[in-house]
């Protein structure tokens, strides 16, 4: 880029007076008024700007000794586009955001508001010594990074085991770092890389993906301009359904409940239905049916349940879990049998005199409930007390003197007596 001409006097273009670009340097004129073997110099060197988008840049230089206004002439230009900013005390740019300043009389200042990327650049102020003094500086202007639909994806679908590609860009200055990361904070595992939490690159390879890598994925763009910003792409894994079945076999007496599970996972979500005997089952009096989807990022799992109450002989078999969405169609089978029922459920299942029971049993059970129901209410005293209750109506009975030796052993045969009647009466029974 080639350096400016002497501004000492310099006269402007006139064909390009009043454009937008300003005025351009030419040097077909000099000036009378140049101050002659660096009479003045600048103090410092001025220093380069770097500002975010949009707040307000400021350049100054310092001159080393007092000049006369008429004997001082002082240009703002910028040195890419060879464009004058500001000439002595006014701007000779046609843009409202360029103004200048001359805090004191050896203080000037280039002000350019609410900065925009195009301002970017080298700014070069000149004072008309000769040879010319001037200074250069670089306005490096920050940009916030911005994300591009066009070039990121937007979701994502696919095939269970295919490979999948996830795009994301952005603008930004300086350029924006991509960071990928999963909203759940799973792992990833990239191509060619072990699995991490976080990955960098403007591109997200995953290989033969698998439903745990059905998730949202958050594409992050920042370059230390606040705010980073990001974009969420949701990957979706189709996969044809799968059944669980557990337990596979369930007891249940007659006259109670019963609840079947089943898990299935598919995506597209499934259909769920529970079949007995080719017939689709619903809720009612007979059936509990219950749906319950996992949540996020596992809401391809579906848990089934079905309750089924007031149990008679029908009842026993098969249920089918059903599941089938676009890619196919499973099938799982609980089975239910019939158990005895607990001692613990006789009383209340079966009151006394009733059966439910088949033909050929019900009398034998009706008695057997009988009489334990009976024998519940009547519970037989303890041996011990047998024992002592006939001691004493022995002692009671006879109250003959004798001694102490023939009474011992009396008591004890009429003790092992009514031991032995109490044992056989238990087995009888």
């Known amino acids: 880029m080639s350096e400016p001409a002497s501004l000492c006097g310099t006269?402007?273009?006139?064909?390009?007076?009043?454009?937008?670009?300003?005025?351009?340097?030419?040097?077909?004129?000099?000036?009378?008024?140049?101050?002659?073997?660096?009479?003045?110099?600048?103090?410092?060197?001025?220093?380069?700007?770097?500002?975010?988008?949009?707040?307000?840049?400021?350049?100054?230089?310092?001159?080393?000794?007092?000049?006369?206004?008429?004997q001082l002439q002082l240009v703002w230009l910028r040195l890419d586009s060879q464009t004058i900013l500001a000439f002595k005390d006014r701007t000779v740019q046609n843009n409202p955001r360029?103004?200048?300043?001359?805090?004191?009389?050896?203080?000037?200042?280039?002000?350019?508001?609410?900065?925009?990327?195009?301002?970017?650049?080298v700014y070069v102020v000149q004072?008309?010594?000769?040879?010319?003094?001037?200074?250069?500086?670089?306005?490096?202007?920050?940009?916030?990074?911005?994300?591009?639909?066009?070039e990121t994806t937007e979701h994502a679908s696919v095939r269970e085991a295919s490979n999948v590609t996830l795009k994301c860009a952005a603008s930004g200055h300086p350029p924006p770092v991509i960071t990928w990361t999963r909203d759940d904070n799973g792992y990833i595992t990239p191509r060619?890389?072990?699995?991490?939490?976080?990955?960098?690159?403007?591109?997200?390879?995953?290989?033969?993906?698998?439903?745990?890598?059905m998730a949202s994925y958050l594409c992050v763009a920042s370059n230390g301009v606040p705010p980073a910003v990001?974009?969420?792409?949701?990957?979706?894994?189709?996969?044809?359904?799968?059944?669980?079945?557990?337990?596979?076999?369930?007891?249940?007496?007659?006259?109670?409940?019963?609840?079947?599970?089943?898990?299935?996972?598919?995506?597209?979500?499934?259909?769920?239905?529970?079949?007995?005997?080719?017939?689709?089952?619903?809720n009612s009096d007979k059936y509990d049916i219950l749906f319950e989807p996992a949540p996020e990022p596992?809401?391809?799992?579906?848990?089934?349940?079905?309750?089924?109450?007031?149990?008679?002989?029908?009842?026993?078999?098969?249920?089918?879990?059903?599941?089938?969405?676009?890619?196919?169609s499973v099938e799982g089978v609980a089975k239910l049998y019939e158990v005895d029922i607990p001692p613990e459920a006789r009383t209340t299942l079966i009151p006394k005199g009733k059966s439910t029971h088949r033909t050929g049993a019900k009398k034998k059970e009706k008695v057997l409930y009988e009489k334990q129901g009976q024998m519940e209410q009547d519970q037989p005293m303890p041996v011990e007390e047998h024992v002592k209750g006939a001691l004493r109506k022995k002692e009671t009975g006879n109250s003959a003197p004798r001694d102490s030796k023939t009474s011992s052993f009396w008591s004890?045969?009429?003790?092992?007596?009514?031991?032995?009647?109490?044992?056989l009466d238990r087995i009888e029974w």
């Not at 004890?412 to 044992?423: D, G, H, K, N, T």
């Open 11 to 70: 006269s402007c273009d006139k064909q390009t007076r009043g454009s937008r670009r300003g005025y351009k340097l030419t040097t077909t004129q000099t000036s009378k008024a140049t101050l002659k073997n660096r009479q003045v110099d600048f103090l410092a060197p001025m220093e380069n700007i770097s500002i975010p988008l949009g707040k307000d840049a400021v350049f100054t230089c310092k001159i080393d000794r007092d000049v006369q206004p008429e």
């Open 98 to 121: 360029i103004k200048i300043s001359n805090e004191e009389r050896r203080e000037f200042s280039l002000h350019i508001e609410n900065v925009q990327p195009e301002d970017a650049g």
């Open 127 to 150: 004072i008309n010594t000769n040879p010319v003094s001037q200074m250069r500086a670089y306005l490096d202007v920050l940009v916030p990074p911005v994300i591009l639909p066009s």
């Open 192 to 213: 060619g890389d072990e699995k991490a939490l976080a990955y960098n690159g403007s591109e997200l390879v995953l290989e033969r993906v698998g439903r745990a890598d």
């Open 230 to 282: 990001s974009q969420r792409i949701n990957v979706k894994v189709d996969f044809p359904p799968m059944v669980w079945v557990e337990p596979r076999h369930v007891g249940a007496w007659l006259g109670g409940s019963a609840t079947l599970k089943c898990e299935t996972e598919a995506h597209p979500a499934g259909v769920h239905f529970w079949f007995r005997e080719g017939v689709v089952l619903t």
């Open 298 to 328: 596992q809401a391809y799992r579906t848990k089934m349940s079905l309750l089924v109450k007031n149990i008679n002989s029908k009842d026993f078999g098969d249920f089918v879990c059903s599941a089938s969405n676009s890619h196919g």
């Open 412 to 423: 004890f045969l009429y003790a092992l007596q009514v031991l032995l009647i109490f044992f």
